[in-house]
C-alpha cells in the first residue's frame, strides 16, 4: 500500500531478528489495517513520528490453552466482564501518562477511536462494581485478533481481561491467531509462546480469511 512516496514494508524481506522495518507515513485508521495486514504495527519513536515494527520471533497466546490458576479463578468470579461498552475508557487507563512506559499518543487514541467506529477495534471491561479495574483493547481482522495494550487498577484484572478475550476468540478454527506482540515474563506466565516471523506471517494469511468473532461481517 503507498500514500504518496511512501509504502509500507514487506516483513517478509527484513533481515532475521530486525523488528523496527519503517518509520514515518501519514498514520491513519486505513494505513494501520494494512499493516496488520502485513504483520505490522505501529508505535511512535519520536514526537509524532510512527514506526512500523514486525518483531522476530513474534509473541503469540494460543488459543483454547490459556492457563488458569486457582487464584484467577477466583478472581475471574470476582469481576464482571463486558465487551465494547467502555472503548475510550480503557484506551485512557492504557494511555495513562503515569504508567511505565507509556506511549500511546493523542493521535495514535484518535486513530484507533476510528477503528472502533468502523466496528474493527474492540475493548474488553472488567469491572468491580462501577470501578473500570482493568481491561485490554485490540484489532480484530478476520480470524487475526492484535493486542495493544491492557491495564489494570485491581490484582489479576488484566489476566481476567486477557483470558476473556482469549476464550471469546477460541473457536473451532485452529487458524485464529491472537497476536500479543512481544513476548514478555508476565505474558509467558499466561501462555504466550514465541513464533518465528515467517511462521508468524503464514498463520497471518491464513487467519485473514476466517470470519471475525467480534467484528460485523462486511457488507
Given at each position: 500500500m503507498t500514500r504518496g512516496s511512501w509504502a509500507l514494508p514487506d516483513p517478509?524481506?527484513?533481515?532475521?531478528?530486525?523488528?523496527?522495518?519503517?518509520?514515518?507515513?501519514?498514520?491513519?485508521?486505513?494505513?494501520?489495517?494494512?499493516?496488520?495486514?502485513?504483520?505490522?504495527?505501529?508505535?511512535?519513536?519520536?514526537?509524532?513520528v510512527m514506526g512500523w515494527f514486525s518483531p522476530d520471533?513474534?509473541?503469540?497466546?494460543?488459543?483454547?490453552?490459556?492457563?488458569?490458576?486457582?487464584?484467577?479463578?477466583?478472581?475471574?468470579?470476582?469481576?464482571?466482564?463486558?465487551?465494547?461498552?467502555?472503548f475510550s475508557a480503557v484506551v485512557a487507563a492504557c494511555a495513562d501518562p503515569d504508567r511505565p512506559g507509556h506511549w500511546i499518543t493523542d493521535d495514535y487514541r484518535a486513530v484507533y477511536r476510528d477503528l472502533h467506529s468502523r466496528g474493527v477495534a474492540h475493548?474488553?471491561?472488567?469491572?468491580?462494581?462501577?470501578?473500570?479495574?482493568?481491561?485490554?483493547?485490540g484489532v480484530e481482522l478476520g480470524g487475526l485478533f492484535c493486542g495493544e495494550s491492557m491495564f489494570h487498577r485491581r490484582t489479576d484484572a488484566s489476566k481476567v481481561a486477557l483470558v476473556s478475550m482469549a476464550r471469546l476468540l477460541a473457536t473451532e478454527s485452529a487458524d485464529r491467531v491472537f497476536d500479543?506482540?512481544?513476548?514478555?515474563?508476565?505474558?509467558?506466565s499466561m501462555g504466550v509462546v514465541e513464533v518465528p516471523r515467517s511462521r508468524?506471517?503464514?498463520?497471518?494469511?491464513?487467519?485473514?480469511?476466517?470470519?471475525?468473532?467480534?467484528?460485523?461481517?462486511?457488507?
Open positions: 517478509r524481506q527484513a533481515p532475521a531478528g530486525v523488528e523496527l522495518l519503517a518509520v514515518g507515513g501519514p498514520f491513519s485508521a486505513d494505513l494501520a489495517i494494512a499493516g496488520y495486514r502485513r504483520g505490522l504495527f505501529a508505535m511512535e519513536v519520536a514526537a509524532g520471533p513474534r509473541g503469540v497466546l494460543p488459543l483454547g490453552s490459556v492457563p488458569v490458576s486457582r487464584s484467577l479463578k477466583r478472581s475471574m468470579r470476582r469481576y464482571r466482564v463486558t465487551v465494547d461498552t467502555s475493548s474488553v471491561e472488567v469491572w468491580e462494581g462501577d470501578l473500570l479495574a482493568g481491561g485490554l483493547f500479543v506482540q512481544w513476548w514478555t515474563p508476565h505474558l509467558g508468524y506471517l503464514d498463520r497471518v494469511s491464513a487467519a485473514l480469511s476466517l470470519p471475525p468473532v467480534l467484528s460485523p461481517p462486511a457488507r
